[in-house]
């Protein structure tokens, strides 16, 4: 898309309501009028974790594509990856609007959007047609009215595992009543045990992440990397949004639901620094990406990759080829010939 063009479309859709806006971001991609060059790469972008080959470390996180609708315009832009859902097994309205609000002086999003989509058939359909090329991830996620929700990220998995590169079970969510009770030990075991299970009985089993909330005590955040170890997670996805409202200026501010965008930064660092340290499972960093400089920060507190969502609505999707073009600058600056050879190297800085 034009530079030009975008930016009058993204004034324009900070005019509208912002979930009419996400919608309209959506159905533009639908009709072509999203980026066209493809995943960016170099030598230095390129990046392998948990057994993906990726052109570059920076994916799209689950939340923008719930349903799968607009893949083929993603698949135009410099990401590197792309996460879709939450997707649950049957559709599922979602929370009453509004659910979404902007942030603008903290450079920030509420939502409490409670895991609307159309369901697992809906989108297994949509996948089956998606753009060659494309590296391609499911966030699993668990009906409202569910009366077993393990039982529901396993059957999200089987349903679409076929059908992707990657899964993400999504227990990290605020906007799901009790959900978040999930990332406890025992709960969590159990759980990620009958993922696991769902996976093995997969034809191709697919690398399965587990995303947590930035909202946790060292002792939680301990306990969950030993279990995630234990059940053959392949990586770790650090973090999902923050129920904190410390240090905002918005009148919004009060909003129910989690926060993302730049005032997430720090307090999801800090948590993947720590898993750092913890765990060798490989970890992907979300939280508060702006700038090439918030994502070599993010790969040097311990992240093999990254995602963003929230600064896209304030930059479009050009933004990514920004942040991908001044990372590679960056990373050749400090030395690095590769994003691995960066990983972890100023953990202690956020510890």
Do not use: C
Not at 188 to 196: C, K, P, Q, T
Request: charged share 20%; proline share 5%.
């Amino acid at each position: 898309m034009n530079a030009v063009l975008e930016r009058a479309g993204l004034t324009m859709l900070r005019r509208i309501d912002p979930e009419r806006a996400h919608g309209l971001a959506l159905l533009a991609l639908r009709m072509g009028l999203g980026p066209r060059g493809g995943a960016m790469t170099s030598p230095r972008l390129r990046t392998r974790i948990a057994g993906l080959d990726l052109p570059n470390p920076l994916g799209l996180a689950a939340g923008f594509d719930k349903n799968a609708v607009a893949l083929k315009g993603l698949a135009g832009s410099a990401l590197g990856f792309v996460e879709i859902g939450a997707v649950t097994p049957r559709p599922q309205e979602g929370n009453p609007r509004p659910r979404l609000w902007r942030l603008p002086e903290d450079r920030a999003v509420i939502n409490r959007f409670g895991f609307n989509n159309d369901g697992m058939e809906a989108v297994a359909a949509r996948l089956a047609q998606r753009p060659a090329g494309l590296i391609l991830g499911v966030n699993l996620g668990a009906n409202k009215d569910s009366a077993d929700r393990a039982g529901d990220f396993a059957a999200v998995l089987g349903r679409l595992g076929p059908l992707v590169d990657f899964a993400t079970v999504n227990v990290s969510s605020p906007n799901t009543e009790r959900l978040r009770e999930l990332q406890g030990r025992e709960a969590l075991a159990d759980l990620l045990a009958r993922v696991m299970d769902a996976r093995s009985a997969l034809a191709r089993p697919v690398p399965v992440f587990l995303k947590i909330a930035p909202d946790l005590t060292e002792a939680e955040i301990e306990a969950i990397a030993a279990v995630a170890e234990d059940a053959g997670v392949a990586a770790i996805v650090a973090t999902n949004t923050t129920l904190s409202r410390e240090g905002l200026r918005s009148a919004m501010r009060d909003r129910p639901g989690g926060l993302s965008g730049a005032p997430l930064f720090t307090r999801s660092t800090r948590v993947l620094a720590r898993l750092s340290a913890l765990t060798r499972l490989p970890l992907i960093g979300v939280g508060g990406i702006f700038t090439a400089e918030d994502a070599l920060a993010k790969i040097r507190a311990g992240a093999s990759a990254l995602q963003i969502y929230t600064a896209l609505t304030h930059g479009g999707l050009s933004l990514a080829a920004g942040i991908l073009q001044g990372l590679d600058r960056l990373l050749a600056r400090e030395g690095f010939a590769s994003v691995a050879e960066a990983v972890g190297t100023e953990r202690e800085r956020w510890l």
